[in-house]
């Protein structure tokens, strides 16, 4: 199974009040995962926020939220808005894409959530068009379910 077999991309429309989907290529190559970055067809300059969805059968196991300064030419801009450093980015990104914890990640994980706050998340009014586009509800006890009323309780309006 390939990455884009159980994952997808969200990316918040606000004027539109829903979010679309980005194929999983075009995500890599915007964020300049194996190649140097390409910007998104049709996204300005600006904040922008995405979800990463990781799936099991298209049910939702895990979102991962992602704010992004972007820059006119619609490639990521000088973003850390969470002041994490590059260690603590390395291994949120590599936990946060892992089906269990290996001993101490879940620690670490909770470590650099607490630095992050929740500055990642997307603004409170679009918490309905991201439940309606996704393929199916989350299960309770997942990953997923917890970052949504999590985001649900922080995020800004």
Request: hydrophobic content about 40%.
């Amino acid at each position: 199974m390939s990455t884009a077999d159980h994952m997808h991309v969200l990316h918040w429309l606000p004027i539109e009040d829903r979010w679309e989907t980005i194929s999983w290529d075009a995500w890599g190559a915007f964020r300049g995962i194996l190649a140097p970055a390409v910007g998104l067809s049709g996204i300005s300059g600006g904040v922008h926020y995405f979800i990463v969805c990781v799936h099991d059968d298209g049910v939702p196991v895990n979102l991962i939220p992602h704010k992004y300064m972007i820059d006119p030419d619609g490639r990521i801009g000088a973003d850390n808005f969470a002041g994490l450093t590059k260690a603590e980015r390395d291994d949120y990104n590599r936990i946060m894409l892992a089906r269990e914890y290996a001993p101490g990640e879940e620690d670490r994980l909770n470590a650099i959530r607490q630095k992050m706050g929740h500055v990642y998340y997307p603004p409170r009014g679009s918490h309905s068009a991201l439940l309606r586009a996704l393929p199916k509800r989350p299960r309770l006890d997942s990953a997923a379910r917890r970052v949504i009323r999590s985001m649900q309780a922080a995020s800004p309006a």
